[in-house]
């Protein structure tokens, strides 16, 4: 029979091939060569197959998610189709949200070993799929708002086709390059056609007797370790305990407000590894813990967080997307078995806490146990120690020399050291009595502040050229003022301890007298006079003289709206500025949102000398919440909150005239707006114009005037009808126009009159009446249809300057020429940054500001944050609105 060798025939160019070539090359040579072409070629050839494949794999996930969300958007046709179009946008965005499978198929497959990219890819399909809608967003801007929603879906089905021909046309090569990769025989080809082995099994062992009666032990080396499974599962519960400390990441999570759904998703989809047992654990222990501190709102908080990761948990594979698809859907029978859960195990929580604290007071006041202890509350600050100079020619430090040499050698080894901890080694040693002695040494003896009976003294203040307080990072500010010439030394370090107090900086703490603590340092506050800063917001110094303080108490008394100037003025003469979007912030509490328009919250744009808040208002349920365009992009909370507080700063500050300017997106009637109203405590505070009329409600009354009667609160709202049984809330557009909102050039601020579209040119308007109200701010767009308040120039937006296009003094005053008379308000973003008060200041025409709280931008505040990804679902809705 003759041999078939035609399968050799599918070898590839070996070394010793017969082959023939020209004389004048050396075969050797020509060998190698082919054979390093060959193998370049197949290589080349099983990356493309491995890149084809990959390929195969995205489009597979792509389009996976695209028939989804196709077929969410139409299972939710009907609703959007009925709706008006700010609430198809909301349609979309559940319809969308729907579709989230969470964080683990969320993310696209990591790219097979060899295959080199540029870096650009998205890393979640979520991406590739923002950037599709930036694409179809360009199209459906043609097209007219009640025909979006359908030619979304349309568009969405166009690129799936597309997707599919790809798809096709993929296989088609793939499966060429197979087959051509199929006809040689390669060492990649070589594999084990057979293989066996053969163990010898070892002989039976030898039966025992059946009458034997020795017992077989299942451990028998338990009696010589010596062990117990007692101290064994109580080692294993003790290293349980130790890893129950939530992770950093988790701790991060905590910090997201409960209702805000997405930005927890969002954190979640970024970092999965916090879906733990573990990590539920944790935040539990944290909740426990500040329960203890009686931090009820903190620790309800990181009770929901912890749930709902254990929830995510026991939903399956799917579980987040499943979770926050339930929790989102309004009326879901969920939402109540999870808000229960989460208020049962917060209640167990909060009263095994109360529990605890009263025992441990118990305990403390029946062994009476007590110690003097010297501690920094914040993290990061720190109590340095400088022993006084034995040569110094100061007389208070001489003095506190000779106080230092009288100490123990202990406590002076202690204080050389500069540890505090070795401070309070010494002291925890000691009696409580010789210990407060000792510490009393510290100051002198007219400084110190008694207490009652009921509990030992506590000391008033630390000799400052011992002690100081500062924080750890090298750039920290020294906080109070230092003792200055002629001013009484222990009332400028009394004071100088109150100011670190107030600012949370430091606090000398006696476990045994805290309730007495507080109560001096209140009466401390009540007794100093108070720093006056100058008409700069970002800049004040301290009235250190009896005459400074007298004045600047007087003026403080005198003044309306931070100036005595302004209190003879009419109320439609001042110009007022205001924080744009106030409630929502940019910071850790909203995860760094990009939708934030503030680093700071309401309250403290009052302290700086904000006039204006402004925000949005939507229906969640029934109630009315502040929504930063939809409740699902951000939530800041319930409007009666926010307004309980603006409620409480005005209580305090009885000489200041606030107004409000409310985005109606709810369209809620004003009997809804006048019980949160009532509920807050702001209806007795409101302004009530003498007449319903717009035209006489024109004749606006002075500061003093509006002071004196109590009506200090004016309220303008958006979307409502006047209404009778609350006069205090006035439709804006009857009052108000605007200049144009949606400016993203630095060329693009004017004074042109936007909304509403009834009013006459700003010269006209004015003289109808009209306040006047500038939008200072600017957007940047990230995609199409897509903006986001622009951080990276605020600084030049917010300028007081007029030297470039987009400076807020440039824009006030280009307003101020045009209409023969300043602008009435002013909204801008970010308002701790630039200095819009000075601004303010000058529009006004006033210098003698004060009451002011100095409010710069912080380390987080001056970074620039990246925008990052944004999702497809969120960018699907912004571009039907």
């Known amino acids: 029979?003759?041999?078939?060798?035609?399968?050799?025939?599918?070898?590839?160019?070996?070394?010793?091939?017969?082959?023939?070539?020209?004389?004048?090359?050396?075969?050797?040579?020509?060998?190698?060569?082919?054979?390093?072409?060959?193998?370049?070629?197949?290589?080349?050839?099983?990356?493309?197959?491995?890149?084809?494949?990959?390929?195969?794999?995205?489009?597979?996930?792509?389009?996976?998610?695209?028939?989804?969300?196709?077929?969410?958007?139409?299972?939710?046709?009907?609703?959007?189709?009925?709706?008006?179009?700010?609430?198809?946008?909301?349609?979309?965005?559940?319809?969308?949200?729907?579709?989230?499978?969470?964080?683990?198929?969320?993310?696209?497959?990591?790219?097979?070993?060899?295959?080199?990219?540029?870096?650009?890819?998205?890393?979640?399909?979520?991406q590739m799929l923002a950037g599709l809608i930036d694409e179809v967003a360009q199209r459906l801007g043609e097209k007219k708002e009640a025909e979006r929603y359908d030619a979304l879906i349309g568009e969405l089905e166009g690129h799936a086709k597309k997707i599919q021909r790809l798809q096709k046309e993929t296989a088609e090569k793939l499966d060429k390059l197979v087959k051509e990769e199929g006809k040689k025989i390669t060492s990649d080809d070589i594999h084990t056609g057979f293989d066996s082995s053969h163990v010898s099994k070892p002989a039976p062992a030898e039966k025992k007797d059946a009458a034997s009666t020795d017992v077989q032990l299942l451990n028998p080396n338990f009696a010589a370790s010596g062990g117990s499974p007692a101290a064994s599962s109580k080692g294993g519960a003790d290293g349980d305990e130790e890893d129950m400390e939530a992770s950093a990441a988790a701790k991060r999570f905590a910090l997201i407000p409960v209702k805000d759904y997405a930005a927890s998703l969002q954190y979640i989809s970024q970092n999965p590894q916090i879906l733990t047992e573990r990590e539920t654990d944790g935040l539990l222990v944290l909740a426990f813990d500040a329960a203890l501190e009686r931090k009820d709102d903190y620790s309800r908080q990181c009770v929901h967080q912890a749930l709902l990761l254990q929830y995510c948990r026991a939903l399956g594979k799917d579980g987040v997307g499943l979770f926050f698809r339930r929790i989102t859907t309004k009326g879901h029978q969920a939402q109540e078995v999870f808000y229960k859960d989460v208020q049962d195990t917060y209640m167990r929580i909060r009263n095994r806490s109360r529990e605890?604290?009263?025992?441990?007071?118990?305990?403390?006041?029946?062994?009476?146990?007590?110690?003097?202890?010297?501690?920094?509350?914040?993290?990061?600050?720190?109590?340095?120690?400088?022993?006084?100079?034995?040569?110094?020619?100061?007389?208070?430090?001489?003095?506190?020399?000779?106080?230092?040499?009288?100490?123990?050698?202990?406590?002076?080894?202690?204080?050389?050291?500069?540890?505090?901890?070795?401070?309070?080694?010494?002291?925890?040693?000691?009696?409580?009595?010789?210990?407060?002695?000792?510490?009393?040494?510290?100051?002198?003896?007219?400084?110190?502040?008694?207490?009652?009976?009921?509990?030992?003294?506590?000391?008033?203040?630390?000799?400052?050229?011992?002690?100081?307080?500062?924080?750890?990072?090298?750039?920290?500010?020294?906080?109070?003022?230092?003792?200055?010439?002629?001013?009484?030394?222990?009332?400028?370090?009394?004071?100088?301890?109150?100011?670190?107090?107030?600012?949370?900086?430091?606090?000398?703490?006696?476990?045994?007298?805290?309730?007495?603590?507080?109560?001096?340092?209140?009466?401390?506050?009540?007794?100093?006079?108070?720093?006056?800063?100058?008409?700069?917001?970002?800049?004040?110094?301290?009235?250190?003289?009896?005459?400074?303080?007298?004045?600047?108490?007087?003026?403080?008394?005198?003044?309306?709206?931070?100036?005595?100037?302004?209190?003879?003025?009419?109320?439609?003469?001042?110009?007022?500025?205001?924080?744009?979007?106030?409630?929502?912030?940019?910071?850790?509490?909203?995860?760094?949102?990009?939708?934030?328009?503030?680093?700071?919250?309401?309250?403290?744009?009052?302290?700086?000398?904000?006039?204006?808040?402004?925000?949005?208002?939507?229906?969640?349920?029934?109630?009315?919440?502040?929504?930063?365009?939809?409740?699902?992009?951000?939530?800041?909370?319930?409007?009666?909150?926010?307004?309980?507080?603006?409620?409480?700063?005005?209580?305090?500050?009885?000489?200041?005239?606030?107004?409000?300017?409310?985005?109606?997106?709810?369209?809620?009637?004003?009997?809804?707006?006048?019980?949160?109203?009532?509920?807050?405590?702001?209806?007795?505070?409101?302004?009530?114009?003498?007449?319903?009329?717009?035209?006489?409600?024109?004749?606006?009354?002075?500061?003093?005037?509006?002071?004196?009667?109590?009506?200090?609160?004016?309220?303008?709202v958006t979307n409502m009808e006047r209404a009778a049984s609350a006069p205090y809330l006035l439709p804006e557009f009857d009052h108000v126009f605007e200049t144009p909102y949606q400016v993203t050039s630095a060329d693009g601020f004017n004074c042109t009159v936007d909304r509403p579209a009834r009013a006459d040119p700003a010269p006209g308007a004015l003289a109808g009446g009209y306040l006047s109200l500038v939008n200072h701010f600017k957007y940047s767009r990230v995609m199409a249809g897509v903006d986001v308040p622009d951080l990276a120039s605020v600084d030049e937006v917010n300028s007081p300057a007029a030297a470039a296009p987009g400076n807020l003094g440039r824009h006030l005053q280009q307003c101020r020429s045009e209409w023969a008379k300043a602008p009435n308000f002013v909204l801008v973003d970010f308002w701790t940054r630039g200095d819009p008060v000075a601004a303010l200041d000058a529009m006004n025409g006033i210098s003698d500001a004060t009451g002011r709280s100095a409010v710069g931008g912080g380390v987080a505040e001056r970074r620039r944050l990246g925008h990052g990804s944004l999702v497809a679902f969120v960018s699907a809705a912004l571009v039907l609105v």
């Open 1 to 126: 029979m003759p041999v078939d060798y035609s399968k050799w025939d599918a070898l590839e160019l070996s070394d010793d091939s017969d082959i023939e070539v020209h004389p004048n090359v050396d075969k050797r040579s020509f060998i190698r060569a082919k054979q390093s072409q060959i193998h370049q070629e197949r290589q080349q050839r099983k990356l493309q197959i491995e890149a084809y494949r990959y390929e195969n794999v995205i489009h597979d996930g792509l389009l996976e998610r695209l028939s989804a969300m196709t077929a969410s958007l139409r299972r939710h046709a009907s609703e959007a189709r009925g709706s008006a179009d700010d609430a198809a946008a909301d349609v979309a965005l559940k319809a969308l949200l729907e579709t989230n499978p969470g964080p683990t198929a969320d993310a696209v497959p990591p790219r097979p070993e060899g295959l080199q990219g540029d870096g650009s890819a998205p890393a979640t399909y979520s």
């Open 356 to 716: 605890i604290l009263a025992e441990r007071a118990q305990g403390a006041a029946e062994e009476g146990v007590e110690q003097i202890q010297l501690h920094a509350v914040e993290p990061g600050t720190v109590i340095q120690i400088k022993v006084p100079a034995a040569d110094s020619q100061d007389g208070d430090e001489r003095k506190a020399r000779e106080i230092f040499e009288g100490f123990s050698p202990e406590m002076k080894k202690a204080l050389e050291s500069g540890d505090l901890d070795q401070v309070n080694k010494v002291l925890g040693g000691m009696k409580v009595d010789e210990a407060e002695e000792m510490v009393a040494l510290f100051g002198e003896p007219s400084s110190r502040v008694s207490a009652p009976s009921s509990s030992r003294p506590l000391l008033g203040r630390i000799h400052s050229s011992w002690f100081w307080y500062g924080a750890a990072s090298s750039d920290a500010d020294d906080i109070g003022p230092r003792p200055e010439v002629g001013v009484d030394t222990a009332d400028t370090l009394r004071r100088r301890l109150l100011l670190q107090m107030l600012a949370s900086s430091v606090v000398l703490l006696a476990s045994s007298v805290v309730q007495a603590a507080l109560a001096a340092a209140s009466s401390s506050e009540r007794a100093l006079p108070q720093e006056q800063p100058s008409s700069s917001s970002s800049s004040s110094s301290p009235a250190t003289s009896p005459d400074g303080v007298a004045a600047a108490t007087a003026a403080a008394a005198a003044a309306c709206n931070n100036s005595p100037t302004l209190c003879g003025r009419r109320y439609d003469a001042v110009t007022y500025m205001g924080a744009h979007d106030s409630a929502f912030l940019r910071d850790g509490s909203t995860h760094d949102s990009l939708s934030g328009n503030q680093f700071r919250n309401a309250t403290d744009a009052l302290d700086a000398g904000l006039r204006l808040l402004q925000t949005q208002v939507h229906r969640n349920g029934s109630a009315l919440d502040m929504c930063h365009s939809a409740c699902g992009l951000l939530d800041a909370g319930p409007l009666q909150a926010w307004l309980s507080s603006i409620g409480a700063w005005m209580a305090r500050h009885p000489r200041e005239v606030v107004t409000l300017v409310l985005v109606n997106a709810a369209k809620a009637p004003a009997a809804d707006y006048a019980s949160v109203f009532e509920a807050a405590g702001l209806a007795g505070m409101a302004y009530r114009p003498p007449s319903s009329d717009a035209a006489a409600a024109a004749a606006w009354p002075t500061l003093q005037a509006m002071i004196g009667s109590g009506g200090r609160l004016v309220t303008f």
